[in-house]
């Protein structure tokens, strides 16, 4: 009894914390990693620019917001984000290879002589603003995780469809080998009484295993589906408040973008030292 205690305790603890690392917003398993890579640069006296070469890598399925800084002093502090500039920056830039900005260095800095000149790139993904519905909770009653993609911002959430059905499917399985080996006690087939008592505690075992998955596998798909419905009237009562706000503005046009703190922040940084 108290080995199965502290294994629902365990998977509590488990379920308490997805459920707060998804609250606060981090980055859940299988998210991709965002890395900038600068390949080079090179000096275009005709035109007083600096053409930066980067690889932006990422999920393609995703914006990125990219911004150029510049140090003068070794890279103790950088100044930025340079607006003087063409190319693949800004935010609507997707991953890829062999990507190019030109900065205009005498627009922004008049005075800049490029001596111990540091560049960094800065990259943060730009998450979906999901406004599904509570009505999503059906989903995630059929198949755990499977309504979080319409409620959480876009992601893939299939995480918690595998450690629901894993969870129960162990509980399912340790079920049926705490039945054979109690009815192997049942039987008497021990050849020792120490071995018939054995096959009791295993049994108990178990048994004692299964129910702690069951109970876990349970607790996280109606987590699931109570997080879903909570998460999906949040996004109505949000949906509902820009609704209210664009008629009381008198606003007419359509697909006003609104700007929302990114749910997923990864920033990738790499510098290289370049001089005139």
Do not use: C
Request: proline share 3%.
């Amino acid at each position: 009894m108290k080995n199965r205690l502290h294994f629902i305790l365990f998977f509590l603890g488990l379920l308490f914390w997805m459920n707060s690392t998804s609250s606060a917003q981090i980055k859940m398993p299988f998210a991709h990693i965002i890395e900038v890579d600068i390949l080079d640069t090179k000096l275009n006296k005709k035109d007083t620019t600096i053409v930066i070469r980067y690889d932006l890598k990422g999920s393609r399925k995703r914006l990125y917001d990219t911004r150029l800084y510049y140090s003068n002093n070794g890279g103790n502090s950088f100044k930025g984000p340079l607006r003087s500039i063409e190319g693949n920056i800004g935010d609507s830039s997707r991953a890829g290879k062999d990507k190019s900005i030109a900065w205009s260095f005498r627009k922004d800095n008049p005075y800049f002589d490029g001596q111990r000149t540091m560049f960094k790139i800065e990259a943060t993904e730009i998450p979906k603003i999901s406004n599904g519905g509570p009505e999503n909770a059906l989903r995630s009653l059929l198949i755990p995780g499977l309504g979080d993609t319409k409620v959480r911002n876009g992601y893939n959430y299939g995480w918690i469809t595998a450690i629901t059905y894993a969870s129960l499917g162990t509980g399912v399985m340790m079920h049926f080998r705490a039945q054979n080996k109690y009815d192997d006690y049942e039987a008497r087939i021990a050849s020792s009484p120490e071995n018939h008592q054995n096959l009791l505690n295993q049994a108990r075992r178990a048994r004692d295993i299964s129910t702690g998955f069951l109970i876990a596998g349970g607790a996280i798909w109606l987590a699931d589906v109570i997080g879903v419905y909570g998460r999906g009237l949040k996004n109505r009562r949000r949906a509902n408040r820009e609704k209210e706000l664009l008629e009381g503005e008198g606003e007419t046009s359509r697909g006003i973008p609104l700007i929302y703190p990114s749910m997923y922040q990864g920033t990738g940084q790499v510098s290289l030292l370049w001089q005139f």
